[in-house]
């Protein structure tokens, strides 16, 4: 096959942009649900999780990242090409960014980002990569050592914070502490103080490339108590009230004046069969996974638990990623499940021992039991502790049935890396076939091929019955009157706001 | 005395050492931090180099070894969650909680001090059964919950009192009375006890039977002697106030030392929950300690007894 040269994007400032209205005006406090750690100030060790980029998005900004309109969208790369043998990544910076502080954004500061990140993926991220090469000024270059498809999804989403630029100059001048004590970015808002364990003040950056942001001030305040966040924002103390329980989002729901907004990110819950690959086990016979999987009535869960937010899910792959295959949800049928269920020798039901859920959401554990319990499928409910129940599911200590829920970014690939494929980190058996189809797919380039080898991995998972789907895990969030765009979910599998986008009522 | 202060010393220090240790291994069976701090599903090389950076692959005892030098050198380590200096943390939160606890210890002492005086001088009336009533109340409600509903009320149906934070003096009121509430009810039962073994002792019956008005007895004979164990139990109140006021901190998201305990369980953040510990336990140590000698000095019986 001819080498391609893929222009992935290009100069295309003002597309994906809004046109920019005046100056930067007022001032908005988002109430987080948790406490802001100076940790996620600096890119360098930001965890695995999504939560750090509500914190970094706002003061940093990356060679490529997702924005509105854009799921990996040229940020401070004005383009980026793919080489023809898909081993060298060419970025070319936009003229004239420049950081908080006035310093120039050069390629410097682009390599020595990449060589001190040590956040997730840090190994398979310099393990790939062989070589950043400064080409000139505005152009660098990453040479892989083999050609590697997801390089732009590690480097260009919330996969990793690896693609953030920091300044090389102040970094080396301030060291590792005092960038955490009054980081310096090139996001759409800069740092102005942080009163530990209370709230951030950031400031709007005029010279934000892609627009001024519309709002001038920004408080990020920590309010760990779901109830207080809502409280918040019907007292107009807070204009966002961040990850909201179902009983309080129902409080703000009511009333006319604010809103209740579901996050878009890449969040799902499941039911594991642990024992599936265990002859000697019931669970061995797909009738009663395909039993458990009809006695969930998910549209009745999500409304129980999620307000009618979180969209029952067929695979559990998150809708949102890159290669997820859009799988219709099995139906609910509690009467086929009881007649699976005589057919598999369990005319009088099944008693299925302890039912481990992921701590945290009571609701939809004690629904999902009840529905299976209604079933025939007698289980009961373990409560467990966070620690407790994710160090088990790790060790795979968990036997029977449990539920679980993961929310990290990646893609479908990603996620039958972790969860699917028989040495995945989470999963507890799995299919020679399926091995053999990511293997295949973690060496294809054409993205078409890819997704039709992902897409056939998922399929075979749902004709296996390997798992049960619940829901997708949207989190709930309270708009205060004030707000005229929220732009909560326009940042692709971001729970957090555009915070550039932003716009108050006039 | 020399011999007594050195044996309380040594007691002192006992009692650190097992505190430490306890602490130490207490946190350490309730789970891997790495499994909290990273995304259920993190790669297992993300675990491991998580683990490594914060020692966690190394043997107990190293670990508990280096716990001892920290403390010993005032450091306490890095915290795992904020990435910074466990000792900054600790007092950048110290200064929000000696606020919140003074003004909590203030509003406690100005309730449950009078209120045990009435309730022991009206024994079986009105006043004491009114007492009972509020002690029950403070000391059985749980603080998230008095919390809320002053909320609801101040906040949300008032709008008088800003619902959470800090900064200024309407950030105090709620939290402070929260917290003075259950202390008030503390404070109250033992003023009611201690000046009713008081009011029943000789020299207030002499007092009474000099002909001294009820209210210099009641005031100046009675109150003062038995303000004394009011007051050692409110020394220890305090230390307890300011180190682990986790709920009241949590529901008005007050920046204090109990928050940071909270965070620390929540994210087995091991350096943060031992030293909030150690240091806590070292505070009610020392108030002790310096308690016991107080009391040889002023009562050469227990000096001579020990």
Request: proline share 7%.
């Amino acid at each position: 096959m001819i080498s391609r040269l893929l222009l992935i994007a290009a100069v295309l400032v003002g597309a994906a942009t809004s046109a920019t209205a005046g100056e930067p005006r007022g001032k908005i406090t988002i109430a987080w649900h948790v406490t802001i750690s100076p940790a996620w100030f600096d890119p360098s060790t930001a965890p695995p999780q999504i939560t750090p980029f509500g914190m970094l998005y706002a003061i940093h900004d990356a060679l490529v990242r997702p924005y509105p309109g854009q799921k990996m969208g040229p940020s401070l790369a004005e383009s980026w090409q793919e080489s023809p043998d898909g081993k060298t990544y060419e970025f070319k910076l936009r003229p004239g960014l420049k950081f908080h502080n006035g310093d120039p954004i050069t390629t410097e500061d682009v390599k020595f980002s990449f060589e001190r990140y040590k956040g997730a993926s840090t190994a398979l991220l310099h393990d790939r990569v062989s070589d950043v090469e400064i080409v000139d000024p505005q152009v660098v270059r990453f040479h892989l050592k083999e050609p590697w498809p997801d390089f732009m999804t590690f480097y260009g989403t919330t996969a990793s914070a690896a693609g953030i630029v920091v300044p090389k100059n102040y970094l080396t001048q301030v060291g590792d502490d005092g960038f955490r004590k009054h980081p310096v970015g090139a996001g759409p808002y800069k740092f102005v103080r942080h009163k530990p364990g209370v709230e951030v003040e950031l400031e709007a950056f005029p010279g934000y490339w892609r627009r001024v942001p519309n709002v001038k001030t920004l408080i990020m305040r920590s309010v760990p108590e779901a109830t207080t966040r809502a409280v918040m924002v019907k007292t107009g103390e807070a204009d966002f009230g961040l990850v909201l329980d179902g009983p309080d989002a129902e409080g703000i729901r009511r009333d006319s004046r604010m809103q209740v907004v579901s996050s878009k990110h890449a969040s799902i819950f499941w039911i594991e069969f642990t024992e599936q690959w265990d002859p000697k086990s019931p669970w061995h016979d797909p009738r009663l996974r395909l039993a458990a999987n009809l006695a969930l009535d998910r549209q009745q869960i999500n409304e129980a638990a999620c307000l009618g937010f979180c969209p029952p899910a067929g695979v559990i792959v998150p809708r949102v990623m890159d290669f997820a295959l859009q799988a219709a949800p099995p139906p609910y049928d509690p009467a086929k499940a009881r007649k699976l269920l005589a057919e598999a020798g369990y005319p009088n039901g099944l008693d299925a021992g302890e039912f481990a859920a992921i701590p945290g959401f009571p609701t939809v554990a004690e629904a999902v039991v009840n529905e299976l319990n209604a079933a025939g499928i007698r289980v009961r409910l373990r409560s467990m502790e966070r620690a407790a129940f994710y160090g088990a599911w790790q060790e795979k200590k968990l036997r029977g049935l449990f539920m679980t829920a993961a929310g990290n970014s990646g893609n479908a690939a990603s996620r039958v890396d972790t969860f699917i494929r028989s040495k995945g980190a989470y999963a507890y058996g799995g299919y020679p076939d399926i091995d053999e189809l990511f293997q295949q797919q973690a060496s294809e380039r054409d993205v078409e091929k890819r997704e039709a080898l992902l897409h056939k991995i998922q399929q075979l998972t749902i004709d296996r019955v390997m798992f049960a789907p619940v829901m997708d895990l949207r989190t709930l969030n309270a708009i205060g009157p004030r707000i005229a765009r929220h732009t909560i979910t326009d940042v692709w599998m971001s729970p957090f706001p555009s915070y550039e986008d932003i716009e108050l009522k006039p | 005395m020399k011999q007594y202060i050195t044996r309380r010393v040594g007691y002192s220090l006992l009692s650190l050492f097992l505190l430490s240790l306890t602490i130490f291994l207490f946190v350490r069976v309730t789970g891997d931090p790495t499994t909290l701090l990273l995304e259920p599903g993190a790669s297992e090389e993300d675990i491991v180099n998580m683990r490594h950076q914060f020692g966690l692959d190394q043997p107990l005892w190293v670990q508990y070894g280096l716990f001892v030098k920290s403390f010993l050198t005032g450091d306490f380590g890095n915290s795992f969650y904020y990435r910074s200096p466990v000792v900054d943390l600790y007092f950048e939160r110290l200064p929000n909680s000696l606020l919140l606890a003074s003004v909590a210890m203030v509003l406690s002492l100005l309730i449950g001090i009078p209120s045990g005086v009435l309730a022991a001088v009206r024994v079986g009336g009105f006043w004491d059964s009114a007492g009972k009533v509020f002690t029950l109340l403070g000391l059985s409600l749980p603080s998230f919950f008095i919390g809320l509903v002053l909320i609801l009320f101040f906040t949300v149906y008032l709008g008088w009192l800003p619902s959470s934070g800090a900064g200024t003096a309407a950030h105090l009121i709620m939290p402070a009375f929260t917290l003075g509430w259950y202390f008030a009810a503390a404070h109250m039962r033992l003023t009611r006890s201690s000046m009713l073994e008081v009011l029943g002792s000789e020299y207030v019956k002499l007092a009474r039977l000099k002909g001294l008005p009820e209210a210099m007895v009641i005031g100046k004979h009675a109150f003062k002697n038995a303000l004394i164990p009011v007051i050692t139990l409110a020394g220890i109140n305090l230390v307890v106030m300011i180190n682990v006021a986790v709920v009241v901190e949590t529901v008005f998201a007050w920046p204090g030392i109990g928050r940071l305990l909270y965070e620390g369980i929540s994210f087995r953040d091991f350096p943060v929950v031992q030293a909030v510990v150690v240091i806590g336990g070292s505070m009610i140590i020392v108030v002790n300690l310096l308690v016991d000698i107080l009391y040889a000095l002023i009562d050469p019986r227990i000096r001579l007894e020990s």
